[in-house]
C-alpha cells in the first residue's frame, strides 16, 4: 500500500510571520528571491519525521520554486513533488487549492494537509472525499509544531502506513 500523502503548505507551516518580533520563535531568516523569509527551527526535523509514514509533497504557491530553496535549508534529502494550481480552475466558492488537490492525489489516496488558510470549504471537502482525509491548520506565527507531528503520526499509523526501512 502506498503511504498516504502529506500536503505540505510553506508560508504559515515553515515560513513563520506574524509573530511578536520582541519574542521571535526559534529560527532563521533565509531570503528567497530577494524576500526574506523566517524559518522555523524545528520544521526540517519535524517534515523529516513525518517522511517515514508519509510521502511529503509541496502543496504551496510557491509550487516547483520550493525545491530550489528548502530541501537544503531544511536538510531534507531530496526535492519533494509538488502540487501545480492553476489559479483560473477554481470554480465557484471552492477554495483555490483544492481542484489541484483532487488532481494530484485522486479520490481515494489517503492524504493529510498542513496549511495556515484551510477554510470551511476545505474542512467541508475533507468531509466529503472518499478517501481517509486529515486536515492540520497551523497558526502562522508558530507553524508546524510537535503536537502536529504527534496527531499526523498517529493519524498514518491509523491508515496502516508503514514506515520506510532504514
Not at 513525518?50 to 520550493?66: M, S
Not at 488537490?101 to 476545505?122: F, H, M, N, Q, S
Not at 506565527?141 to 504527534?150: E, F, I, M, S, Y
Request: with cysteine.
Amino acid at each position: 500500500m502506498d503511504k498516504p500523502l502529506l500536503l505540505v503548505d510553506v508560508d504559515g507551516v515553515i515560513s513563520l510571520f506574524s509573530f511578536d518580533p520582541a519574542r521571535p520563535p526559534s529560527g532563521r531568516f533565509q531570503m528567497v528571491d530577494g524576500i526574506a523569509h523566517y524559518l522555523s527551527a524545528t520544521a526540517g526535523a519535524h517534515l523529516r519525521a513525518l517522511a517515514q509514514r508519509y510521502e511529503l509533497v509541496w502543496c504551496t504557491g510557491w509550487e516547483e520554486k520550493a525545491n530550489d530553496y528548502l530541501p537544503h535549508a531544511l536538510g531534507l534529502e531530496a526535492p519533494l513533488p509538488h502540487v501545480s494550481f492553476d489559479r483560473a480552475a477554481a470554480v465557484g466558492d471552492a477554495h483555490w487549492k483544492l481542484s489541484a488537490i483532487d488532481a494530484y492525489a485522486g479520490a481515494e489516496r489517503p492524504l493529510a494537509w498542513i496549511d495556515d488558510a484551510l477554510d470551511d470549504r476545505c474542512h467541508a471537502w475533507a468531509r466529503a472525499r472518499p478517501g481517509a482525509t486529515l486536515l492540520v491548520d497551523t497558526a502562522p506565527a508558530t507553524g508546524l509544531r510537535d503536537d502536529h507531528v504527534t496527531r499526523l503520526l498517529a493519524w498514518a499509523a491509523q491508515t496502516g502506513a508503514a514506515p520506510r526501512p532504514r
